[in-house]
């Protein structure tokens, strides 16, 4: 097979369009995690929302088997990634070639750990972008992220079609 014709894709069908109970129920679920942050956030005034957690939302509630989805991998791997994005911010350089770099590296510790989510992947370039600050890794990364893994954990389970997490 020839580098063109790669491009061209396989014959493999569109996936199926999910029945419209489940849209309903992926919908409110997203909702309340959303609800969960934003309203802690609004309350406390401190800053939890990530915009990667929308990412991350959609991966738990869309597709909650995934490894993707997994407790250990959003936890571990939004913790990862922002943790090395601040290393390189702050010890490497502010330019444009350290957050290529540290998102590199980001990457390649999170599939080394074995807690790839990709949703983090854009943690370091929020981090440069923002100028964030050490704290950041606390809030709203750590706390954001479990606070997101937790609505999963009771919501998705509400479903009997649905067992989350398949492993921690």
């Not at 983090?120 to 809030?139: D, K, R, T």
Request: hydrophobic fraction near 55%; glycine fraction near 6%; include cysteine.
């Amino acid at each position: 097979m020839t580098y063109l014709t790669k491009l061209k894709g396989s014959p493999a069908p569109i996936p199926p369009r999910p029945p419209f109970k489940e849209l309903g129920f992926i919908s409110l679920g997203v909702f309340l995690a959303a609800c969960v942050i934003g309203y802690l956030a609004y309350f406390t005034k401190q800053p939890i929302i990530m915009g990667s957690f929308g990412a991350s939302i959609f991966v738990l509630f869309v597709l909650p088997d995934s490894p993707f989805a997994q407790p250990r991998n959003v936890i571990l791997g939004h913790f990862v990634t922002t943790l090395i994005g601040l290393i390189f911010y702050h010890f490497v350089s502010s330019d444009w070639w350290s957050m290529a770099l540290a998102l590199a590296f980001a990457i390649a510790v999170m599939q080394y750990l074995r807690v790839p989510h990709p949703p983090a992947g854009s943690n370091p370039f929020i981090v440069f972008l923002l100028g964030a600050q050490w704290e950041f890794l606390w809030m709203p990364t750590i706390i954001g992220s479990i606070l997101i893994v937790l609505v999963a954990l009771f919501y998705n389970n509400l479903s009997v079609d649905r067992s989350y997490p398949k492993y921690w």
